[in-house]
C-alpha cells in the first residue's frame, strides 16, 4: 500500500503538539519561575522543529499544488502560503523576544499571553493543514500514482 504524501508532514505536526503540550505545563505563573529554562529549551526545540517543518512544506506541498492545474488546489495552496509569510514576523519576533530564562521570568505575565497567542496560532494551523490542506496533496499523489498505472487516466484528466 502506497504511504500518504502527507504522512510524514502529519507526524511532524503531533510532534510539534506533544512540545506544545509539554510547554503547556509550565505556564503557570508560580511554575514558570521555577521552570523558564525548561520553557525556553522548549521554545528552541519548537522553533527549530517549525522551522525544518515549514522548509520540507515549501519542497513538497506547495509546488506540486500550485502547478497540478487545479484552480482549487492552487488556489488553497497559495492561501497558505501567504497565511504563513504573513504570520512568520509575528512568530521570529515572538522567539526574539523571550531570549533566555531570565526574560521569561523577568516578564512572566506577559511572557504567558503572547505564548498562550503563538501557540493557539500554531495549533490551529496545524489542524488546518491537516484537514484542508494535505488532502489536497494525498489527493493529488493518489491521482498522479494511478495515472502511472493507468495511462487512460491520464488521457481523461486532460
Known sequence: MHALKSA??????ESLRKHIANLR???NPLLLSHGAGEVRVG??????????????ETKVVYPPLAESGDVTFKETAERFALEMKQNLPRLAEF????PSAQAIR????????E??????WLERRFIAENNELYPLLDKLDATTLMSHHNPELKISRL
Not at 522567539?95 to 523571550?98: F, M, S, V
Not at 523577568?106 to 499571553?113: D, H, N, P, S
Open 8 to 13: 510524514p508532514l502529519r507526524k511532524q505536526h
Open 25 to 27: 505545563k509550565h505556564f
Open 43 to 56: 521554545l528552541t526545540q519548537i522553533f527549530g522543529e517549525l522551522g525544518r517543518h515549514l522548509q520540507q
Open 95 to 98: 522567539n526574539r523576544r523571550w
Open 106 to 113: 523577568a516578564e512572566g505575565t506577559l511572557f504567558l499571553k
Open 115 to 120: 505564548a498562550d497567542a503563538v501557540l493557539q
